[in-house]
């Protein structure tokens, strides 16, 4: 539930950015928009001033410097579930005891019971691995405003479609990756968390899609290569991250 809750909460973020901008001269927009905005004009002009490259490299580049970021929390979460799935018999026990429990003296000694299984297998459920996401959220806000507030992308195409005027079929490739990076990131998880996450994925692929049927056709763009950077990345954390008994074991 806890990650169903940081999902709805990054969503509620790009909402906003989508209807807000930095104030020029600010601190933020100094330091992090503007550094931005000229690295996709230094990369463009490599290949004979194609904004849209420098979306793409920028993209990228800015995405894999956040991927051990990534990586660790995502880290974190697999960890945290294989234990908590471990001692779920325990803690529905517990949990059954409290619910039983004819005062509160009774209800806090159950507590300090749960709060014991929790120490014995190094269970924090309010440590899922956020503080990660949190930390990288600066970095891909500059990024997503040097695009979303850039004005020179107006006058500049890319492939079939200008980067300043909105595009279906890249707003369509843009939900589509998020759909499938959606989907790879439940693949693996717990039965019960599926239940609570069938849904949820879709939001995402929708939000986007409906916000880039309206904006520069840079953004869906912007959101296609860093699609496919968080599909290398979810393959990666569901190959290398899945814990068994052993590694457990040696982890506790």
Known sequence: MKKLYTVLAFLAVSILLSGCAPQEGGVFY???????????????????????????????????????????SFKGQKKMQF????????????????????????????????????????????????????????????????ISHNDALASHSFAWFNLGTPNIFM???????????????????PEESKGQMKYIMYISPIMIFIVSMSTPAALPLYWSASAIVLIVQQYISNKYFNYHEDELQTSS
């Open 30 to 72: 100094t330091s992090l928009v503007e550094p931005f905005i000229y690295l996709i004009k230094f990369f463009s002009s490599f290949f004979n001033n194609s904004y849209g490259i420098g979306i793409i490299i920028v993209t990228i580049c800015v995405r894999l410097i956040v991927m051990p970021f990534m990586l660790r």
């Open 83 to 146: 234990k908590m799935k471990k001692i779920k018999p325990q803690m529905d026990e517990i949990n059954e005891k409290m619910k039983s429990a004819k005062d509160e003296q009774e209800r806090a000694q159950y507590s300090q019971e749960m709060m014991a299984l929790y120490k014995e297998y190094g269970v924090n459920p309010l440590n899922m691995g956020c503080l990660p996401m949190i930390i990288q959220m600066p970095i891909l806000m500059a990024l997503y405003f040097a």
């Open 171 to 189: 707003a369509l490739i843009a939900g589509a990756l998020y759909l499938l990076q959606a989907y790879l990131s439940t693949k693996y998880l």
